[in-house]
C-alpha cells in the first residue's frame, strides 16, 4: 500500500505550558489509506488529530495536505472531517437532518439534500423511514451509522474517526470494526482513525501508527505491528504476550533475569545490554522431551482458560507466569499442577528494549 | 372505602401537610380575589350579586395604559437582558475558565442586598450633585440634566434589577450544549454564525426560554423601579393594583385588575411553554 501522500505530517509539535502532548511528528498518510493511530489515554493522539481538523493549532511543524500547508487552515474550511467518539449528533434534529446539515450550511436546495440523504442511509443500511425520525430514538449502532453518513454528506477528502466505537457493547463492535472497512472499500477514502484499542486496529487498518507520550514510537502494517514490535510497549499493546526481562550474557544467548536460564534469540544487537524477549502465547509449545525446541523450559500447569475457538493455559516457571494458547482442536490434555515442558524456538521470539 | 384506602397510602398521606398549606396559603387567597372581582365597585362584602361591572370600567377608562407600559416594558427589559445575559452565558460557560466562579459570584453578590436599598443606591448615584453629576461637575465642570426620574431610568432599573434571573437560566441552558456537537456543526462547514443559529441557540433553548418567562413574569409584576427611578412618570399596573387595594380602598376594581395581569401573563406562559415544549427540545420525545 504505497502511494501518494494526501496528507503530511512534518515536525508536527503541540505544546500546553511546558509538556509536549504531540512531539515533532513525521508521517505521511497514503491517499486511500485506512491508518490508525493507537496509543494509551495521555499519548497525544486526540490533540493530534485536533490539529489534523483544524480544531488545534500546532504549536510548531507543519501539516501539508496534497502539499499545501494548512495549519492555519480553521475545520470548517478544510476538506476534512469527524466522527467524534460522542458522534456528536444533533439532538434536535432528525436523522436526515444530522445527514444533510453540511449540505445546508452549503446552501444547497431541499430536494437535492434529501436526495444525497437518503442515498447515503440506503448505502449505511438505514432504512429509508428513519429519515424523519429522531436521532435521539436511534439505537447506538444506527447513530453509529447517522454519524458516518453526516461526515461522508461533506464529502471530505479524509475522514478522521475519534475512537467512535468505545463506548459500544463487544459484539455490537466487533460488526461495525468490519461495516467500517467495507465503508472503506466502497469508498476509497482516506481513513484516519484513533483508538486505545490495537485489536480494534489491526481488524481495520492498512497501517497502524503506535503512539506515546506524544511521540510515534512505530508504524506499520498490522502484521508487522504484530510480529516485530520495536519495543516493549508496543508488544505488550496488542493483550496477552509473554515478556521475559533478559540480560546479554556475551553470546549469541541472552540469560533471563527472573528463572535464570540461557535462552536463544534471533539475534543479540551489538551493544544490547538488557532488555525484554517477547514471545507470543500461540508460538509456546507444551514438549514431551526438552530437545524438542530451542529453547525449553520446565514448569507447572496452573490453569487453563477456554476461549472459544482457541485455549489459553497458564504455564508458572518460578514465579514467572507464562501463557501458551493453543487451537482448541489442539488442547493440551493436562492436569492441574502437572509438571510440564514448554517451549519454542528462537526465530519465533523478539528481543526488545524498553 | 377504595379511595379512602387510596388517600391513606403513604404518598398521598404525607403530601397532606403540603396541601393544606398551599389550599391556605396559595389557592384561598387567589380564589377570594377572584371573587372579589366579581362584587359591585367599592364594597367590601363578598356575598351580594355578581357582575362584570368592574372589568367593563377597566374597558371603558384609561386603565388599560398601565397594563401597556407594564407589558411594554416587561417585554423590553426580557430583549435588553436577553442581548446582554448571552454573551455573558457563553462566556462563563465556554471562554472565562477558571475565572467563571468569581464572575459568577459577582452577579450574584448584589442579591444578597435588598431590591429597594440597591433601588436608591442609584438614586444617590444618578440625583443632581450625586455620584455622577457631581463628579463630572467637580472634575470637568460639566453639568448635564439629570436622567433620573425618566422612562429610561425605570427600564434601567428593571434590566439591572432582573439580570440574574435572566442570566443564571441561560448559563445554564448555554452549558447543555456540548462542546463536541459545537466542534462537529464547524467541522461540517458551518460558519460561526450557523453554528450559533443551528447548535447553539436551539441546544440552548430550554435555558433561554426559562430566562425570558421569569425575567417576563417578575418584570410584569415590577412596582419600585417606576415608583423610585422613574419618578411615578409612568404608572405600570401594579402601581394601580396598589392604589386600589390600599388608597382608593377600590377592592374589586384592585381585584379584577389582578385577575386580567394573571389572564394576559398566564396564557403567555401557556404559550411559550407550548411553542417551545421543553421536552422536544432537549430531543426527549
Not at chain 1, 486505545?196 to 489491526?202: D, G, I, P, R, V
Not at chain 2, 447548535?199 to 409584576?221: E, N, R
Request: charged residues 20%; proline residues 5%; hydrophobic residues 45%.
Amino acid at each position: 500500500m504505497t502511494g501518494v501522500p494526501i496528507l503530511q505530517l512534518r515536525s508536527l509539535t503541540k505544546t500546553f505550558g511546558s509538556l509536549a502532548a504531540v512531539d515533532k511528528i513525521d508521517l505521511d498518510f497514503d491517499e486511500g489509506e485506512f491508518f490508525t493511530i493507537v496509543g494509551p489515554s495521555g499519548s497525544g493522539k486526540t490533540t493530534l488529530l485536533r490539529m489534523l481538523t483544524g480544531m488545534e493549532t500546532p504549536t510548531s511543524g507543519e501539516i501539508l495536505l496534497r502539499g499545501k500547508r494548512i495549519n492555519d487552515l480553521p475545520a470548517n474550511k478544510r476538506p476534512t472531517c469527524m466522527v467524534f467518539q460522542s458522534l456528536a449528533l444533533f439532538p434536535h434534529r432528525s436523522v436526515g437532518q444530522n445527514i444533510e446539515f453540511s449540505l445546508k450550511m452549503k446552501g444547497v436546495d431541499p430536494a437535492t439534500r434529501k436526495a444525497r440523504a437518503l442515498e447515503l442511509m440506503s448505502q449505511l443500511r438505514l432504512p429509508e423511514s428513519y429519515y424523519s425520525k429522531n436521532v435521539t430514538k436511534c439505537s447506538g449502532g444506527e447513530r453509529q451509522r447517522v454519524a458516518l453518513a453526516r461526515a461522508l454528506a461533506y464529502e471530505p477528502d479524509i475522514l478522521f474517526f475519534d475512537e467512535p466505537l468505545s463506548a459500544i457493547d463487544y459484539k455490537l463492535r466487533k460488526t461495525l470494526e468490519k461495516e467500517l472497512k467495507d465503508i472503506h472499500r466502497e469508498t476509497g477514502k482516506t481513513f484516519i482513525y484513533i483508538t486505545h484499542s490495537l485489536e480494534e486496529a489491526m481488524v481495520m487498518s492498512d497501517r497502524i501508527g503506535v503512539m506515546r507520550g506524544g511521540k510515534l514510537i512505530q508504524v506499520g502494517s498490522p502484521q508487522e505491528i504484530y510480529s516485530a514490535p520495536h519495543t516493549k510497549f508496543v508488544s505488550e499493546f496488542i493483550g496477552d504476550v509473554n515478556i521475559i526481562g533478559v540480560t546479554a550474557d556475551g553470546t549469541a544467548q541472552v540469560k533471563a533475569k527472573e528463572f535464570g536460564a540461557s535462552l536463544k534469540t534471533p539475534a543479540v544487537p551489538e551493544g544490547f545490554g538488557a532488555g525484554y524477549l517477547v514471545v507470543r502465547p500461540e508460538s509456546l509449545r507444551f514438549l514431551s522431551k526438552a530437545d524438542e525446541a530451542q529453547n525449553c523450559l520446565e514448569g507447572r500447569l496452573y490453569n487453563e482458560y477456554v476461549l472459544g475457538s482457541r485455549v489459553q493455559y497458564q504455564v508458572r516457571v518460578g514465579d514467572h507466569v507464562f501463557i501458551v494458547e493453543k487451537l482448541r482442536q489442539q488442547a493440551f490434555g493436562g492436569h492441574r499442577d502437572d509438571k510440564v515442558l514448554i517451549g519454542w524456538d528462537a526465530d519465533d521470539s523478539i528481543l526488545v528494549t524498553d | 372505602m377504595d379511595r379512602l384506602a387510596k388517600i391513606f397510602r403513604p404518598g398521598p398521606r404525607h403530601a397532606i401537610p403540603v396541601m393544606l398549606f398551599l389550599l391556605l396559603g396559595f389557592v384561598a387567597p387567589l380564589v377570594t380575589v377572584v371573587m372579589y372581582s366579581f362584587v359591585p365597585s367599592r364594597t367590601f362584602d363578598l356575598w351580594q350579586d355578581w357582575n362584570l361591572d368592574n372589568y367593563a370600567e377597566i374597558f371603558n377608562s384609561s386603565s388599560y395604559i398601565p397594563f401597556v407600559w407594564s407589558l411594554g416594558l416587561a417585554a423590553a427589559t426580557v430583549l435588553i437582558l436577553a442581548v446582554i445575559c448571552y454573551p455573558v452565558a457563553f462566556g462563563i460557560t465556554r471562554v472565562f475558565g477558571k475565572y467563571a466562579t468569581f464572575i459568577t459570584l459577582l452577579f450574584t453578590l448584589p442579591l444578597f442586598v435588598s431590591e429597594n436599598v440597591r433601588i436608591y443606591g442609584w438614586i444617590l448615584f444618578f440625583i443632581k450633585n450625586g455620584v455622577l453629576l457631581g463628579s463630572l461637575k467637580s472634575m470637568f465642570g460639566y453639568e448635564p440634566e439629570s436622567i433620573l426620574f425618566t422612562t429610561g431610568l425605570t427600564l434601567m432599573g428593571m434590566v439591572y434589577v432582573y439580570l440574574p434571573f435572566m442570566l443564571f437560566p441561560m448559563t445554564l441552558g448555554v452549558s447543555m450544549v456540548p462542546q463536541q456537537t459545537r466542534d462537529a456543526a464547524f467541522d461540517l462547514g458551518a460558519t460561526r454564525w450557523q453554528v450559533f443559529k443551528e447548535v447553539d441557540l436551539p441546544l440552548a433553548m430550554p435555558g433561554i426560554v426559562i430566562g425570558f418567562l421569569l425575567t417576563f413574569v417578575l418584570a410584569v409584576g415590577a412596582i419600585a423601579e417606576a415608583k423610585v427611578l422613574g419618578g411615578q412618570r409612568i404608572i405600570p399596573i401594579t402601581q394601580d393594583i396598589e392604589t386600589a387595594f390600599t388608597y382608593a380602598q377600590n377592592w374589586p376594581l384592585g381585584a379584577a385588575l389582578s385577575v386580567l395581569l394573571m389572564l394576559v401573563v398566564g396564557t403567555l406562559v401557556l404559550v411559550v411553554l407550548r411553542r417551545f415544549d421543553l421536552d422536544t427540545i432537549l430531543g426527549k420525545k
